[in-house]
């Protein structure tokens, strides 16, 4: 794109986004350095609904980390409140600068597309907390946590606090080489009532929600909610719907001197279908709405023969092209119990111990595997599994003009995971019918393998938030990590896979993380900051070729022994410095970091996504050197107006030695993540009516790691507003929003190689396409 289409983008946007509540992000823990919450006075008595504050609804876009040592940024309950409701936080980040999000769907609850990068980090090299509870690395298939969208009902969240360049120490994470995002649950009423609200849109989305608050039930102030949420849509292209149940519930307890027993519970169940990979080739000849053959089993079954759509006979690969279905289908369930306890007016104790299960399976029907009664094709299962739970326990201690912060993480957890064929039926009799309704446990022929893995982490931290003077604090600290995995295979089958999985122990450890970071602010409204820190990433754990992540045991077991002894642990250092400028009319933020990526792990495959040759293998030392700037402006009552630039160059420092010879990889781009992003949003409310526009430009993005192919650019654009009608009836108060996703129904990719990149273009790099036009509408009433 031009520097002038830029510029006129710039001007159309106008500097977008909403009216920040500087004080949210001011009294985040995280953005003070430390987690230590100051001692305050037992929470008062609410006898009747809170009155709107000046301004509140109206924040479209990002809450600036006024007083924070890092950048820190975020997104409020009042700007989760402009997407439809059931969007995942994610989707909302993506608003925020130097932050990128991908999803074949326009809520982002497709788990299997879901993309995010943070200033060129993965989704599955960032961290990611609810409630200080770990929800771990966000890749699909999830080995030690817990996907957002699952964790908690979008409806439920009160905010989110954001650290684009390094994570606080005492984040709760072994994976956040990059930033971290810590989301808080909303708190409980202290008026009884609750909210109803239905979702209907495209592809015959119908989404319920209900949530009811008890109020106080007693002078202290105890109080609960819970909450449901009902989703049931179809996918935008082809066969197939996306739905979920999910319930959460939190407790609290004020206890004396301001201290707080707070207890949260989430269950989610999903059914998903998938949406068919893309590559350029099957867009080209098909085009962007090629899908699977749901529920057609007979044309399915005649591909598997080799008797295909003459659509797809104009592609390159039309075995590969197109399958019956694929889906993902869990129950999960999450629990924390927070202890926070003012012990006396300078000393915190602040305790969280939680658990999570889960269980269910995927499905693929692969035309790969014929079925033992002759039929060409039968369905592959996968079951994943997780058992895990842990602590986490940190004392604050404020003395003189420090705030000494000292704690422990622990978390023991098992994943278990195993891969089963099961019998399709011959043409004629019966079908496969849908692939959601259970595990077909009886129709199982083979086991291609099993395996059992265990993780055991333990993490210390100690830091310390010295207010210098009144206009200067610096925070410094280390945390010392050990997280030991391993695993065994009961069950393999060597005809099947085709060589010995792997099997063994890695331990990724450091006694020595540090960090510093300072905040100076040297006149009214402006102040600098800083952050230099060392982080390390464990070795992420997946079963064998599942082509999800770069972990060491999705190899062969000569694979795992030729590098068990020489792998290492993903680490970097990661510098940054900028400036902010806070005032009631204009918040504006600027910055500039500096990223040294050691002993990058990645996943090399060649061949089909769909029987690759996978490997992972230490690519180097990667270097980014990024710049970032937003503006927010409040020019009137009513009208917020946001722009936010960000540019990274993220490459590789040498060439990658392979089987088949050097790859010229030095100085190319990493890819997947574009090196600039423009995003803005215009916000106005008048009386009870609020409307938004936001876009976004992205620049092309790389799809193999020689650069030789990419995707290109593009603008998308949203729409949404909304009326309160105020009380109606029984009801305190009504609300109907609308809300247009991708208002100018651009045709673009969205998630690019899901299964992983290519050194070169071979026909075989994958993506997801992005939803079009979409529209929704939702009631939603407060009694």
Do not use: C
Request: aromatic share 12%; hydrophobic share 35%.
């Amino acid at each position: 794109m031009t520097s002038r289409r830029i510029l006129a983008l710039s001007t159309m946007f106008g500097s977008l986004a909403v009216a920040p509540q500087l004080h949210a992000a001011s009294a985040s823990p995280a953005a003070a350095g430390s987690t230590a919450a100051s001692p305050a006075p037992a929470a008062a008595k609410t006898t009747k609904p809170r009155p709107r504050a000046s301004g509140e609804g109206n924040e479209a876009i990002t809450v600036f980390g006024h007083g924070s040592t890092r950048q820190m940024t975020g997104i409020t309950r009042a700007m989760m409140q402009q997407s439809v409701p059931g969007t995942s936080p994610l989707r909302v980040l993506s608003q925020l600068p130097g932050v990128f999000y991908q999803s074949a769907d326009p809520f982002g609850a497709y788990e299997y597309s879901s993309q995010m990068f943070m200033r060129g980090f993965s989704q599955s090299q960032l961290g990611f907390t609810l409630d200080d509870i770990p929800l771990g690395d966000q890749q699909f298939n999830n080995y030690n946590g817990l996907a957002v969208t699952r964790a908690i009902i979008s409806d439920d969240v009160g905010g989110v606090d954001v650290s684009q360049g390094a994570g606080a120490i005492d984040v709760a994470s072994t994976s956040n080489l990059g930033g971290a995002i810590q989301i808080r649950s909303l708190d409980p009423s202290h008026v009884r009532g609750g909210t109803v609200g239905q979702t209907f849109g495209s592809n015959s989305t119908m989404r319920t929600y209900a949530r009811f608050e008890s109020g106080d039930l007693n002078a202290s102030g105890t109080r609960f909610y819970v909450a449901y949420a009902r989703l049931n849509g179809n996918l935008w292209k082809g066969g197939g719907y996306d739905h979920s149940d999910q319930v959460n519930a939190k407790f609290v307890q004020p206890l004396a001197r301001g201290s707080s027993l707070k207890l949260f519970f989430d269950w989610s169940s999903i059914q998903q279908f998938d949406y068919q990979d893309m590559t350029s080739n099957w867009l080209h000849t098909v085009g962007p709405n090629l899908a699977n053959y749901y529920p057609d089993y007979t044309a399915a079954y005649n591909a598997a023969g080799g008797t295909y759509p003459a659509a797809l006979q104009k592609t390159n690969d039309p075995f590969d092209a197109a399958y019956y279905a694929g889906t993902a289908n869990r129950v999960d369930y999450l629990g924390g119990l927070t202890l926070d306890e003012n012990l006396t007016s300078s000393l915190n104790w602040k305790t969280t111990l939680y658990a999570h299960g889960d269980n269910g399976y995927s499905t693929w029907t692969t035309p790969y595997m014929p079925s033992p009664n002759g039929a060409p094709l039968s369905q592959r299962i996968q079951t994943p599994g997780i058992a895990r739970g842990g602590f986490q326990t940190a004392l604050t201690w404020k003395v003189a003009r420090h705030a000494i912060n000292a704690g422990v993480w622990y978390e023991y957890g098992n994943f278990t995971e195993g891969r089963y064929f099961s019998e399709a039926p011959l043409l004629g009799q019966g079908t496969l019918g849908n692939p959601t309704t259970g595990f077909p446990a009886d129709k199982v022929f083979a086991t291609a393998w099993q395996e059992a893995f265990s993780s055991r982490t333990f993490v210390f931290h100690l830091q310390d938030t010295y207010k210098i003077t009144k206009n200067l604090t610096v925070n410094a600290g280390f945390k010392s990590m050990i997280v030991n995995s391993g695993n065994s295979v009961p069950t393999q089958d060597l005809a099947i896979n085709g060589t010995g999985i792997a099997q063994g122990h890695l331990e990724a450890s450091n006694a020595f993380l540090p960090q510093v970071s300072a905040n100076w602010r040297f006149l009214p409204h402006h102040e600098l900051f800083f952050d230099v820190s060392h982080n390390m990433r464990s070795f992420p754990l997946d079963g064998y070729g599942t082509n999800v992540s770069a972990t060491p045991w999705t190899a062969s077991q000569a694979n795992f022994q030729a590098t068990r002894d020489t792998l290492k642990p993903e680490t970097d250092w990661v510098y940054e410095g900028g400036y902010r400028y806070t005032s009631p009319f204009i918040s504006a933020l600027a910055s500039l970091y500096r990223i040294n990526f050691s002993n990058r792990l990645q996943l090399i495959t060649s061949s089909a996504g769909i029987n690759p040759i996978t490997a992972v293998q230490n690519v180097g030392g990667v270097t980014t050197n990024g710049a970032e700037a937003s503006v927010t402006l409040r020019p009137v009552n009513g009208l917020s107006i946001y722009n936010s630039f960000s540019y990274a160059h993220s490459t590789y420092d040498q060439n990658v030695a392979t089987a088949t010879g050097i790859q010229p990889t030095r100085g190319k781009l990493v890819p997947n993540y574009p090196q600039f992003m423009y995003k803005g949003n215009i916000t106005y409310r008048i009386g009870n009516f609020d409307t938004h526009v936001d876009g976004t430009y992205l620049s092309h993005r790389e799809l193999t790691y020689t650069n030789d192919l990419h995707v290109p650019g593009y603008f998308l654009m949203n729409f949404g507003m909304r009326y309160h009608f105020g009380q109606v009836g029984p009801f305190k108060g009504l609300t109907a929003s609308f809300n247009i996703y991708n208002l100018t129904n651009k045709t673009y990719i969205a998630t690019t190689n899901e299964l992983g990149n290519n050194f070169v273009n071979n026909d075989f790099n994958y993506f997801l396409m992005g939803a079009p036009r979409q529209f929704f509408g939702t009631v939603s009433a407060d009694f």
